[in-house]
């Protein structure tokens, strides 16, 4: 009887991998720094409203930080997503999650939802990334609390952030399949 | 040769608004009737379906303002918590009324046994169920909603929207579609990529007065609230109006819409940014009929931004409006307008027997969803009929839509960090056959004096009253209303003119002349001040000057018939004969069919049967 292995690369699956395929463990590619994972899907008007201040941030704190904007969605493609990232003007690294290791990893629930991890890669915050929304159709005119801005500059100073969760309004990250 | 035009006074009144319309749901399969035992199984196909495609689907699918579609199990189930979420709140779909006693047309509320069932759905694990359960799915019209217009019009700028950043208000005027007057019996409004445009209004401008606030011609210009002017007594008035799934309401028979040439249609646009830069320019499809209009609706407006000076912190300010009906009337639809700070708005009928019944209540007011809504049958109030307001305001920082954080005072205006107070009525007066006054300048007068009353330093309520009383030919008491707003405004042009226009109708042109000179200084191109200066000069016999004046006024609208009919007897008047040829030929040429031109050019030639120009 022949057996035959199969070494199965056991990232795929398993673990966020990016628009060509290739497993990504984003906390190990920045090894030292503060990494902020950026949880958004295509079809979200929330997440998309939030386009140009996520680059923006990204851009700010390019310094201290390495930001992903991370897509749950299996049912997008890596084509689907490259073009969401042209449409938007998005400059940063994509990664999909089809399995949730991140979500699970972060603890967020919908998009657009932020986690924060410190140079030790400690999760010192997750959930929105400003108070923009306060539900599903009730938006401020500008924000007035800055929940992502204030864990990075926490991060950088090596202290932890006033709040280490708050809840955003978005997509339910549960519902994708 | 004495003769010369009729000293009409072009008068221009002042409304924020002018036309509208409603909205046409696709009735799509009606919900089916639920057993709800406890341990039914809740499936997508037999059960979730057919909500969907009924409330749903005609803004979730591709190419609509849902930012994504829900037609298949798929697309449900990709969003079914939030689904659930949104129903329960009731964000979603968006309708802000509440049940009331009159019943509107299209209404899009879920009844609280839907909500119930799609949380149950959801809880169970949104199961796809038999296929066989699944009805059809509903059927759209591609394209133009009612068939393809009789006339497509695309503005000529389109407006670039910044990919981040608070609401937009954007304005684009859409330059005399029609060449001769046509009825209207439909407008379709495409208001450009629909998921980032919120709704969308077209106003009628039949004096093209909003092109003056463009930079430049076909650039359109930003805000949020309008004003149009239109002439003194021009009440038909439709709501011509858009929201995210709207089909044009084709008005029946009758109630068609008049649309004159040089008539503009300024179409008011509220948009939000989507995250990515947008480039949005509309278009208007118009379908006309061969049935002019026999029943005239027009628009009542209550309001009382003048009673909007809210202190910061207020949770419950109120403002109320009320007026009594002259005549009999039919509502046939009702938009209750605000901005931020409303909360809770509320309007009444409270009828002769003293009997109040609720028109409309939306007790959680939200600017983005705001809608025109129509009745599902006409509702009829009696004369005698007090129509109230009540509307509450929210300015602490309890309120999230506080445009000012820290709250500041706000008091009502155009801006969308001002408030208003409006609330407007499409109304259609019963017409008695036979009936000398028409009931629509009952109710306008009626409207006017209410406001005067209400706003007795307000010049915009005189000059209104003074308008409809000068057109009534209530010379006297137009004039007392004209001197109280000039006491208010006495540079302002258009009541100078105005003014001036009505003291010349009562025959004393000498002292008509100071009021149209104000007019012009303070707006050097007014063609109605130039034109009745000319006429009040030529009554004196001072035609020299005259000729100036018509002149002038030819020179900013060459396509005034009258105009170029005056010119043309004053310089006869002077003697400058082959000129004056000229101008009564131009007169005849523009309107074939005007008597002055007409009997002064043969005047002429009798005068002077040698001369050939």
Request: aromatic share 8%; charged share 25%; proline share 8%.
């Amino acid at each position: 009887m022949l057996f035959s292995i199969f070494f199965l690369p056991l990232a795929v699956g398993q673990r966020a991998s990016d628009l060509s395929g290739i497993s990504v463990d984003p906390l190990k590619q920045s090894p030292g720094r503060i990494v902020v994972l950026v949880f958004v899907r295509t079809d979200c008007p929330l997440s998309n409203r939030y386009a140009p201040l996520i680059q923006e941030l990204s851009v700010k704190y390019a310094r201290e930080s390495s930001f992903w904007l991370v897509f749950p969605d299996n049912s997008k493609s890596p084509e689907e997503i490259r073009g969401y990232l042209q449409e938007y003007g998005y400059k940063l690294a994509a990664l999909r999650d089809p399995e949730r290791v991140l979500v699970k990893k972060s603890g967020v629930k919908v998009t657009p939802e932020v986690a924060v991890f410190n140079a030790k890669h400690e999760l010192v915050y997750h959930g929105r990334i400003d108070n923009l929304y306060e539900d599903f159709g009730r938006s401020r005119r500008a924000a007035t609390t800055h929940e992502l801005a204030d864990a990075i500059e926490a991060a950088s100073k090596g202290v932890p952030p006033l709040v280490a969760s708050a809840d955003g309004v978005g997509c339910f990250i549960s519902d994708l399949q | 040769m004495k003769r010369l035009g009729r000293t009409l006074a072009i008068v221009a009144l002042f409304l924020f608004f002018a036309a509208v319309l409603s909205t046409k749901i696709h009735s799509g399969p009606r919900p089916q009737e639920q057993t709800s035992a406890a341990n039914l199984q809740i499936t997508f196909n037999r059960d979730i379906a057919p909500i969907l495609f009924r409330y749903c689907a005609t803004c979730h699918r591709p190419g609509e303002a849902g930012p994504f579609p829900l037609l298949t199990y798929s697309d449900a189930k990709s969003h079914a918590g939030q689904i659930a979420f949104v129903t329960r709140s009731r964000f979603m779909p968006p309708w802000l009324p509440e049940p009331g006693e009159f019943k509107l047309a299209d209404e899009l509320r879920l009844s609280e046994e839907q909500i119930k069932l799609i949380a149950k759905w959801v809880r169970q694990g949104a199961v796809e169920g038999a296929a066989s359960d699944l009805p059809p799915k509903p059927e759209f019209v591609e394209g133009w909603q009612i068939g393809k217009p009789d006339l497509i019009v695309k503005a000529e700028q389109p407006y670039r929207l910044p990919a981040s950043g608070t609401d937009q208000y954007w304005n684009f005027i859409f330059r005399t579609p029609v060449n001769r007057t046509r009825w209207l019996k439909a407008i379709e409004i495409r208001p450009g990529d629909k998921r980032v445009v919120h709704h969308a209004n077209v106003l009628v401008d039949r004096t093209e007065s909003a092109r003056a606030q463009e930079s430049s011609p076909g650039a359109g210009f930003a805000g949020m609230e309008i004003k149009i002017e239109s002439e003194a007594f021009d009440p038909d008035s439709h709501f011509l109006f858009w929201k995210p799934g709207t089909i044009p309401y084709t008005e029946p028979d009758g109630l068609a819409l008049r649309l004159d040439a040089q008539t503009d249609l300024v179409l008011n646009i509220h948009l939000q940014p989507s995250g990515k830069p947008e480039s949005i320019q509309p278009s208007l499809g118009l379908y006309f009929t061969d049935h002019p209009a026999t029943l005239f609706p027009m628009l009542l407006q209550l309001e009382n931004d003048r009673k909007l000076d809210i202190p910061p912190g207020e949770k419950d300010f109120i403002v109320t409006d009320e007026f009594t009906l002259p005549v009999d009337v039919q509502v046939l639809a009702i938009y209750p307008h605000a901005h931020y700070l409303a909360k809770d708005m509320q309007a009444f009928a409270t009828f002769p027997d003293g009997t109040k019944k609720s028109l409309i209540h939306i007790a959680k007011w939200d600017l983005n969803w705001q809608a025109v809504y129509r009745y599902d049958s006409p509702v009829e109030l009696p004369a005698g009929t007090v129509i109230s307001m009540r509307y509450s305001y929210d300015n602490s920082a309890d309120n999230v839509r506080n445009p000012n954080n820290p709250p500041k005072r706000v008091v009502g205006g155009n801006r969308s960090s001002d408030e208003m107070a409006h609330l407007w009525l499409q109304i259609l007066p019963h017409t008695v056959p036979g009936e000398a006054s028409d009931p629509r300048r009952l109710l306008q007068e009626a409207m006017a004096r209410h406001n005067v009353d209400k706003n007795p330093a307000d010049f915009e309520a005189h000059y209104n009253l003074a308008a409809m009383l000068q057109v009534r030919g209530a010379a006297a008491e137009a004039m007392q209303q004209y001197e109280m707003a000039l006491r208010i405004r006495p540079e302002d042009p258009a009541a100078n003119n105005a003014f001036g226009g009505t003291i010349i109708s009562s025959g004393h042109p000498e002292a008509a002349v100071q009021y149209l000179r104000t007019a012009l200084r303070t707006r050097p191109d007014y063609f109605d001040a130039h034109y009745n200066l000319g006429i009040a000069l030529a009554m004196q016999e001072h035609f020299k000057e005259a000729v100036e004046e018509f002149r002038a006024a030819v020179r900013i609208n060459p396509r005034d018939a009258n105009a170029e009919a005056n010119l043309g007897t004053a310089l006869a008047e002077i003697g400058n004969l082959r000129e004056a040829q000229a101008h009564l030929e131009k007169a005849l040429a523009i309107d074939p069919n005007l008597a002055l031109a007409h009997d002064n050019l043969e005047e002429l030639k009798r005068q002077s049967p040698g001369e050939k120009p």
